[in-house]
């Protein structure tokens, strides 16, 4: 069962998919570092999740 949150604070997917939306976003307005540091962020975050959420198959 999730941990009970606060209301207003997001689960810890929700905040990986928002440092990967902001990575992209980024990217698009051509800030390729912070791009890079969003998506690396990311890709923490991903890794700390259970089960397969946010991961790529194999």
Do not use: K, T, W
């Not at 923490?44 to 397969?52: I, Q, W, Y």
């Amino acid at each position: 069962m999730p941990e009970p949150r606060s209301p207003g604070r997001a689960g810890p997917a929700a905040r990986a998919y928002a440092l990967l939306g902001a990575g992209i976003a980024a990217n698009e307005n051509g800030d390729h570092q912070a791009a890079v540091e969003l998506g690396d962020r990311a890709a923490a975050r991903f890794a700390e999740l259970p089960g397969h959420a946010g991961r790529c198959a194999r």
